[in-house]
């Protein structure tokens, strides 16, 4: 089993529409989650930490479920400006920092 | 504060050469990280770092050497270089801990192809 999972889409959603992304990890000792966004041919940047208590900036909610190992990604209102490469990323436990991305999801939004 | 910074930033090699990519970063970052990307793919782990004097073997180790003898530097050797190491390769760091405020930062990438 990879250590994180992700869809690899494509997604392909009309602008204003809401799309969710989940990533399942493997080690349950992991501490830290982050979805990151990459643009094509571009460095990952960081969109957004999870929380334990789940977190929101703006159109963007990140839940994290520890007991079935997954956290997820909503984006409400998609723009076209969403369009981009979405990146599950997990640490390992104190002691083993290993930062481990998932394959990535794909979104298209059309206008 | 320039962050992650990765140099060169395009590189041809020819096969059997070998390079040292450079990065280094100004953010006093315990952990830093090596990774390449394949077009279409997603990030494959090389070598990272939790800090001066200790490295360790990622996913993907083999063709390549690191080391880390201060905070802020941490360069990637490619001894003999192979058209298999064709790809975008992205130095990253972060600080230590758990929990907010502990995200990775990324250089720009090195793309090489080796031919």
């Known amino acids: 089993r990879k250590e994180v999972e992700q869809d690899p889409g494509p997604f392909n959603v009309p602008e204003g529409a809401t799309v969710a992304f989940n990533c399942t990890y493997s080690n349950s000792a992991s501490q830290s989650f982050f979805w990151y966004r990459q643009d094509c041919r571009k460095e990952p940047k960081l969109l957004m930490s999870?929380?334990?208590s789940g977190n929101e900036d703006g159109r963007f909610t990140a839940q994290l479920n520890r007991a079935s190992q997954y956290i997820s990604l909503l984006i409400r209102d998609s723009k076209l400006s969403d369009s981009a490469t979405y990146l599950c990323v997990v640490t390992g436990h104190f002691g083993n920092e290993k930062l481990t991305f998932g394959t990535g999801t794909r979104l298209t939004i059309i206008p | 504060n320039a962050g992650v910074t990765q140099t060169p930033k395009f590189r041809i090699l020819k096969i059997g050469q070998s390079m040292t990519l450079q990065c280094t970063q100004d953010?006093?970052?315990?952990?830093m990280y090596w990774y390449r990307q394949d077009p279409g793919m997603g990030l494959k782990l090389i070598y990272y770092s939790v800090g001066a004097g200790i490295t360790d073997k990622g996913e993907v180790p083999n063709g390549y050497n690191v080391s880390r003898s201060t905070t802020e530097d941490f360069p990637l050797r490619l001894e003999l270089a192979a058209p298999s190491q064709t790809s975008v390769y992205f130095c990253a760091s972060r600080p230590s801990g758990q929990g907010e405020n502990t995200e990775a930062f990324f250089g720009q990438g090195t793309r090489l192809t080796v031919v």
């Open positions: 999870v929380y334990s």
């Open positions: 953010m006093n970052h315990n952990y």
